[in-house]
């Protein structure tokens, strides 16, 4: 299901970066953070604990580490640590991150 | 061999302004943040920002000249750089794009400031429950406004928020507010010393004007908050006011019950700290110049204990003035002299405190909430399971996190500690020993093996 975002977003002067999520392309405001682009863009959950709960971004300070996201590959990337690019992949993270040698945290 | 004066780490208020200082009074300075750019949380983003939303406030905007005086030939700054370890003689080790950096210097000021209390209560992990404070990053940083939502806790910055959001034409649905009568009679014979933050008592008498102005319902002396989710992703937000049960329906429930220091780093370093009874919360223990017992380690700021935005600015400029004396910059006389009114600003500051800190105290509710909440997010550790834990003989935090796993994901215990600790004072009773804080250990923030291992091949000393 996908829920709609829980945030209005003003317009503004600034330029558009696109990036994908899950494959989808979204189109975020360039110099924001890529968990602010995710709550722009919906209301669902950014990722799912190892129990199956559907979690986002929560404190947008780095201190939660719900918004932990896999970034062109690297897993348990901090999403409002992130400033937003063109052409960034990030992919939903589902449960454990899965060991990948040096990615593993 | 140093490659500067002072490294600071922290460029909020308290962090941006020691900057400033030092590096007038001729020192080399290296500022380190983890946020993209200058401002802290408060003022967040402000440099972008400047003028631009008028709804953020004059408060913000004058954020941004503290900005500007990092432009300064004697200062580096680095954002986007997290600190992972902080060694006693000085080296500060911290990462930067996924690269670590080792930077020597005689002396560090640490300037991390606080972060939200956590306000956990059963469905506060669903997707539309954050913090207030994280919605008004939002609105800084990106120009984002929460659509319809109910704002629940206590606090000046609850009111803060409610009222930018009134003044950016999305006013908030509800307040429900923890605050009780109790808690303002408590709060009563601080009241002459807070005369002396006049300016500050005014600004929240208007807040709370405009938000009664705009027509917001405000709950007062709510409890039992409680969020589900709704079939279409919407929360169900409940709660108890005057004996009754409520349900509002929300988007986004935007949770607040006032900041408490970080102080992951300063624990790490063997700063002693104590227990703020007032603020409900450990502080490192520091003299009035925000020296601590660690040699070359100042403190000050929020971090240092919970005073805001103008208390962290004269902290820290004390904190630059303390350590351009230790320098031999500047005279214990001329230290002095020079800290006249950054003295005084910190006692006007300061004098509002207890009133503050009795008015909006948090309940006995958030700090040990019921047994069905998640207390660590991370682990999912529910506060029943931490009960059990003490029922069968668990005593402190580290043997709640060695038997639970509480604090062992990756946010190091950053949203559970309060609660742990909150739990295990309600089951101790008032007569028990004191708990001692948690410990905080290298690396206080994750960093990738791969990132080790690429620093132990060969360690960039470069600042
Ligand atoms: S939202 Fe809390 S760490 Fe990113």
């Given at each position: 299901?996908n ?31 890529l968990a602010?682009?995710l709550l ?9 604990t190892v ?17 932990m ?37 | 061999?140093?490659e ?8 909020g208020?308290?962090?941006?302004a020691a ?15 983890e946020q ?15 003028s ?6 004059k ?6 000249h ?8 004697k ?14 003689g ?20 640490l300037?991390?400031?606080?972060q939200?209390?956590?306000?956990p ?6 997707p ?14 990106a ?6 939502a ?9 009111y803060?928020i ?55 319902p405000?709950?007062k ?34 949770t ?19 227990w ?6 450990f502080e490192?223990?520091?003299?009035i ?22 208390a ?7 904190a ?7 320098h ?16 005084a ?5 300061r ?37 059990q834990?003490i ?20 946010c190091?215990?950053r ?20 708990i001692a ?27």
């Open positions: 299901m829920i709609a975002s829980r945030f209005n977003v003003l317009p503004d002067d600034r330029q558009t970066v696109q990036f994908t999520l899950d494959g989808e392309i979204v189109t975020a405001k360039q110099g924001i953070s602010a682009a722009a863009q919906s209301g669902t959950a950014s990722r799912q129990n199956g709960a559907g979690r986002t971004a929560f404190c947008m300070m780095g201190v939660c580490f719900d918004c996201v896999n970034v062109d590959g690297v897993p348990n990337t901090q999403a409002c640590m992130v400033t937003v690019r063109d052409g960034m992949r990030v992919t939903r993270q589902i449960g454990l991150r899965p060991l990948e040698g040096s990615n593993d945290v | 061999m140093s500067c004066d002072l490294v600071i780490i922290g460029a208020p308290a962090g941006m900057a400033q200082t030092a590096a007038q009074g001729g020192l080399s300075v290296v500022v380190l943040d993209p750019r200058a401002g802290g949380q408060i003022y967040r983003n402000v440099g972008e920002n400047r631009k939303h008028a709804w953020l406030g408060d913000y905007s004058a954020g941004a503290m900005v500007d005086g990092l432009d300064h030939p200062i580096t700054t680095h954002f986007g750089a997290t600190v992972w370890r902080l060694e006693q000085h080296r500060v080790v911290w990462s930067q794009n996924g690269i670590s950096h080792i930077t020597s210097t005689p002396h560090v000021f300037a991390g400031g606080a939200e209390r956590p306000l209560f059963p469905g506060w992990t669903l539309g429950v954050m913090p207030a404070g994280a919605a008004q990053i939002l609105m800084k940083t120009g984002m406004l929460p659509k319809d109910v704002l629940a806790g206590s606090g000046p910055l609850l803060l409610a009222a930018q959001m009134i003044d950016a034409g999305t006013p908030p649905k509800a307040l429900v507010e923890t605050q009780t009568p109790r808690m303002m009679l408590n709060a009563i014979p601080h009241l002459p010393r807070a005369v002396f933050g006049l300016s500050i008592m005014i600004k929240g008498l208007g807040l709370i004007r405009k938000i009664q102005r705009a027509g917001v405000r709950y002396s709510a409890s039992g908050f409680n969020a589900a989710a709704n079939t279409d992703g919407s929360i169900a937000f409940s709660f108890t006011h005057k004996g009754r049960n409520k349900t509002l329906n929300t988007d986004l429930v935007l607040h019950q006032g900041v408490i220091p970080s102080t992951h780093i300063s624990r790490s370093t063997g700063v002693t700290h104590r703020n009874a007032a603020q409900v919360a490192p223990t520091t003299d110049w925000g020296e601590t017992n660690v040699s070359g380690l100042h403190v000050a700021g929020d971090g240092a204990g919970i005073g805001g935005a103008q962290a600015a004269a902290a820290g400029q004390l630059a003035l303390n350590i351009l004396h230790k031999g910059r500047l005279s214990a006389d001329a230290r002095t002299q020079k800290a006249t009114s950054a003295r600003t910190l006692f006007r500051a004098a509002i405190r207890p009133f503050l800190d009795a008015a909006y105290a948090p309940p006995a509710e958030v700090l040990s909430p019921p047994d069905e909440t998640i207390v660590c997010r991370c682990e999912e550790k529910t506060a029943g399971e931490i009960r834990g029922d069968e003989g668990v005593t402190g935090h580290r043997q709640i996190k060695t038997s639970l796993r509480t604090g062992m994901g990756p190091q215990g949203m559970c500690d309060a609660t742990v600790r909150g739990i295990l004072i309600a089951s101790a009773g008032p007569n028990a020993d004191p804080p948690p410990r905080a250990r290298t690396p206080i923030k994750p960093v990738t093996l791969g990132e080790l291992a690429a620093m132990a091949a060969g360690p960039d000393q470069s600042s």
